[in-house]
């Protein structure tokens, strides 16, 4: 299978400090990547670099065969690349509707919208519910599926969800998982996901990299990488329980 | 209450005026963060628009207005790709507010002294959209022109906001006011964004360029005033905010009217500038921002 993403010795970070150092990672089309990684390594960095929203200053990045690297983040998202982005960026003062809404912008989806939307609505009963409110007044679990939904909105062929599960009480995470499942499974887009343990990415990870100071230090399937203590307790600090 | 009459009919005529042209300051600083100078010469472009076609060329008044509109876009529009756009790029690294805060000015002073240069420092007549008066109570009567001038603007400001709740462009705009970054994951260009809003806003301050020229005249520096009242409408309504614009431009309104009709015009600016440090003193984030950002 060939790697719809390909990501090669990429540095990037923000003013002079420099955060992810010659990272490289594969992904194959339709496969789910998950990196993961403790707090302020590289995680979200490295989402931002993919979908244009931070220019790399080293490295390249291939999307189907074609590099992104120091592509707008506007252009991307014309070319199917969604990102769901770390604390939802949801606009707080435009009702949740509004905020679907936009996640059909792009040319052609918008003509769609009514339909699409009505799609997510049945996905999303309790997204449905909310539809008239303001996004600043929803609970974090609330956010979370709406971001996902704004997500849905338009064709994706390459998702890139960042810590879906954070700052979440565990009924909300099965939610907010059972959501990109869905979104998985009907989109059949290429997933970047990231997360800082193992807790919930079993179901979904195809394939598991551990991301370490700036580096993917260790690759494998998610039975490999979660069983194996030396990963666990060098890079993670703790085992985790469940997951699997 | 021939007097109560006078100051709500001139009240609401001030502030209808004062809404169109500060709206889109708010516009522009809701969506850019910037604090946009050149929109007081927006005015003047329109007043100017405004004699060339209706005193010179004798010209239909609603093609004299759209006139405006398309001229003062696309002034606005060129303003913003010379003294915005260049610095976008460099958002992060610069002060973005103060810096475009003076490189607008600039272009403001610019397009005085074009002005002066082209057409003179004399004031030229801008004859009235339309004629005649409307007597409301008891001697107390606005022209025709005024009243068309308060319906216009209110009708601009009711379709910049059906504008901006119901299109895709709308949605844009509001979208990247709130969020920037993920208004750009969604595919909105933010680069084409950008000049479109101060040209879309410029255009409402060239057509109340037009209506303004008519009570006072088209000048190099007619769009002063109005760029002041405007700031002060803007700051005082709570910066970015439109429905606090609309608020503090029928405020300001009617307290002008009020000092006019009751006090004496002398003292209508110390009094409304008295009026402005003291709410100001006490909500520094206007009247309807929230102390921390405020946005559309």
């Avoid at chain 2, 004859?127 to 308060?150: D, F, K």
């Amino acid at each position: 299978m060939s790697a719809a993403l390909s990501v090669q010795n990429l540095t990037a970070g923000y003013d002079r400090t420099m955060v992810l150092r010659e990272l490289s990672l594969a992904v194959n089309a339709g496969q789910t990547a998950v990196v993961i990684g403790p707090n302020g390594h590289g995680k979200t960095t490295l989402l931002l670099a993919i979908s244009g929203l931070l220019k790399p200053s080293g490295g390249t990045i291939e999307f189907d065969g074609r590099r992104i690297d120091g592509t707008a983040a506007e252009a991307l998202a014309n070319r199917g690349i969604v990102h769901i982005l770390q604390g939802d960026g949801l606009f707080p003062d435009m009702t949740v509707e509004e905020n679907l809404l936009l996640g059909a912008f792009v040319r052609g989806s918008w003509r769609e919208r009514r339909t699409t939307l009505r799609r997510i609505y049945d996905d999303l009963p309790v997204v449905e519910e909310k539809r008239g409110q303001k996004a600043r007044t929803l609970s974090g679990g609330e956010r979370r599926l709406v971001g996902l939904g704004r997500g849905m909105m338009r064709p994706a062929r390459m998702l890139l969800i960042d810590e879906p599960s954070l700052g979440l009480a565990p009924v909300a995470i099965d939610a907010v998982y059972t959501a990109i499942r869905r979104l998985k499974q009907e989109s059949g887009a290429t997933i970047v996901l990231v997360e800082e343990n193992f807790t919930h990415i079993g179901e979904i990870a195809d394939r598991v990299h551990i991301l370490e100071a700036g580096k993917i230090v260790r690759s494998g399937s998610f039975d490999d990488v979660s069983t194996d203590r030396t990963v666990v307790e060098t890079y993670l600090g703790a085992i985790v329980e469940g997951g699997g | 209450m021939t007097d109560l009459v006078a100051i709500i009919a001139n009240g609401i005529v001030y502030g209808s005026i004062y809404g169109l042209v500060a709206i889109g300051m708010t516009l522009i600083y809701g969506t850019m963060r910037i604090l946009d100078m050149s929109q007081g010469s927006m005015v003047m472009i329109g007043s100017y628009v405004g004699w060339w076609a209706l005193a010179v060329h004798g010209v239909n008044p609603v093609l004299a207005l759209l006139l405006a509109f398309v001229v003062a876009f696309i002034f606005g529009t060129a303003t913003e790709l010379v003294s915005v756009q260049p610095l976008l790029g460099r958002r992060n690294d610069v002060d973005f507010e103060m810096v475009t805060f003076i490189t607008t000015f600039a272009v403001a002073i610019l397009l005085t002294n074009v002005a002066l240069q082209h057409y003179g420092p004399f004031q030229k007549n801008v004859p009235p959209i339309v004629h005649g008066n409307l007597e409301l109570y008891n001697g107390v009567s606005i022209t025709y022109h005024e009243l068309t001038m308060a319906g216009l603007s209110v009708a601009l400001m009711g379709a910049l906001g059906l504008f901006l709740a119901r299109t895709r462009w709308g949605f844009a705009i509001r979208a990247v006011a709130q969020d920037l970054d993920a208004a750009r994951t969604l595919g909105v260009p933010v680069t084409r964004l950008y000049p479109v809003t101060m040209g879309l806003a410029s255009a409402l301050a060239g057509v109340g360029g037009v209506f303004l020229g008519a009570l006072y005249f088209a000048s190099p520096t007619a769009g002063d005033l109005p760029l002041l009242l405007a700031l002060i409408v803007v700051v005082l309504g709570g910066l970015g905010s439109l429905s606090g614009t609309l608020y503090a431009a029928y405020l300001v309104g009617l307290m002008q009217a009020f000092c006019e009709v009751k006090i004496g015009t002398t003292w209508t600016l110390p009094i409304l500038y008295g009026a402005i440090l003291l709410i100001l003193v006490v909500r520094p984030y206007g009247l309807r921002g929230t102390p921390s950002e405020t946005r559309l």
